[in-house]
Every structure is written in C-alpha cells, then in structure tokens.
C-alpha cells in the first residue's frame, strides 16, 4: 500500500482476501467431510466384515480349516487397509493442491499489483532513477524464477511420493497375496 492508496482499493483488497479465506475455509471443510464419510464407511464395512469373520471363524471343523479361513481372510482386510490408505493420501492429495492453487493465483495477484505499482512509481520517480527501478523490477523476476523453481520441484516431489505410494501398496498386496494363495494350494 502506497501513500496513494484509494479507499475503493482498500476495500476491494479486503474484499478479495475475504474470499480468499472463505475459498480456503471451505476448501478444509470439504476435505474434512470427505474424510468424515471415509471414515464412517470404512467404520460400518469393518464391522460388517469382522462379524461374517467371525461366524466363518467359528465354522470352522478342525484346526487346519481354522488357519486356512485366518490365511483367506487375512488378504481382503490388507487390501481393504490399502485402499483405505490410499483414499485417505488422495483426499489429502486433492486437498493441498487446491490450497496450492489459491496461493499461486495469490501469488500471481500480487506480481501482476506490484509490476503496476512499480510502473506507477517508475512515472513518477526523478530523473535518473530509472537505474533504481530496472534494479528492483530485476530481483522481482529473479525472485518469481526462483518461486517457480521451487513450485515446479514440489510438484516433482509430489509425484515421485505418489509413485512410490502407490509401488508400495501394490508390493504390500502383493506380498500379502503370496501366502494366501500358497495356503490354498497347500490345502
């Protein structure tokens, strides 16, 4: 804000920022309520399959149909562990990068009001200072460069995480269907 500042300007700019927290408050709240019904299915499913879990547990005639039924039931509650796992990461996912979104409009928002205000400045500024204005428009474009790196290697990072979230739920069902499938051959 500059000496010049307009009232109209003031409140357009808390106008904005307003919306800003509201898009972001309601950015946390559908995360949360998606989170909440996850959770609430993913309750509700458990239960389901620990009752039936239990009446074939107790079908069971001998101690060998005992482990084999352990062995068979053992894959589906890993795998649904997974997939829970992986909805939980995607919500979160979906989450932060929305939040990075607004932060690069805001980002975005205030380079395109400062290159303005610079412009107004550099108009107005004494003769000679033009050097000064050249100087401080060349740090804003390295500092945005430098920005952009930054946002461009997280994104890298997010998408190696992902990668590797995703290797190692299908090792980890992998591995837990090995034994399985050797128990049913075994019996």
Same mark, same amino acid.
């Not at 949360?32 to 009752?51: I, M």
């Not at 005992?66 to 068979?72: E, G, M, P, R």
């Given at each position: 804000?500059?000496? *010049?500042?307009?009232?109209? $300007?003031?409140?357009?700019?808390?106008?904005?920022?307003?919306?800003?927290?509201?898009?972001?408050?309601?950015?946390?709240?559908?995360?949360?309520?998606?989170?909440?019904?996850?959770?609430?299915?993913? %309750?509700?499913?458990?239960?389901?399959?620990?009752?039936?879990?239990?009446?074939? =547990?107790?079908?069971?005639?001998?101690? $060998?149909? =005992?482990?084999?039924? $352990? %062995?068979?039931?053992? $894959?589906?509650?890993?795998?649904?562990?997974?997939?829970?796992?992986?909805?939980?990461?995607?919500?979160?996912?979906?989450?932060?990068?929305?939040?990075?979104?607004?932060?690069?409009?805001?980002?975005?928002?205030?380079?395109?009001?400062?290159?303005?205000?610079?412009?107004?400045?550099?108009?107005?500024?004494?003769?000679?200072?033009?050097?000064?204005?050249?100087?401080?428009?060349?740090?804003?474009?390295?500092?945005?460069?430098?920005?952009?790196?930054?946002?461009?290697? %997280?994104?890298?990072?997010?998408?190696?995480?992902?990668?590797?979230?995703?290797?190692?739920?299908? %090792?980890?069902?992998?591995?837990?269907?090995?034994?399985?499938? *050797?128990?049913?051959?075994?019996?």
């Amino acid at each position: 804000m500059t000496m *010049s500042t307009t009232p109209e $300007q003031f409140v357009a700019l808390n106008k904005a920022n307003v919306e800003t927290l509201l898009t972001l408050a309601n950015t946390a709240f559908a995360s949360a309520e998606r989170l909440a019904a996850l959770n609430l299915n993913t %309750a509700r499913a458990v239960l389901e399959d620990s009752v039936a879990n239990a009446k074939s =547990l107790l079908s069971a005639k001998d101690v $060998q149909e =005992l482990v084999n039924l $352990q %062995a068979a039931l053992l $894959q589906p509650v890993v795998e649904k562990a997974v997939a829970y796992s992986r909805s939980v990461y995607e919500i979160a996912s979906q989450t932060q990068e929305e939040v990075s979104k607004l932060f690069e409009a805001q980002v975005a928002e205030a380079n395109k009001n400062l290159a303005a205000a610079l412009d107004k400045a550099a108009k107005s500024a004494p003769a000679g200072s033009d050097v000064a204005v050249a100087a401080v428009k060349s740090a804003i474009a390295a500092a945005n460069s430098a920005y952009d790196s930054v946002t461009k290697a %997280a994104k890298q990072v997010a998408e190696i995480a992902e990668a590797n979230v995703a290797a190692a739920t299908s %090792a980890t069902v992998k591995a837990v269907s090995a034994p399985a499938k *050797s128990s049913k051959k075994a019996a």
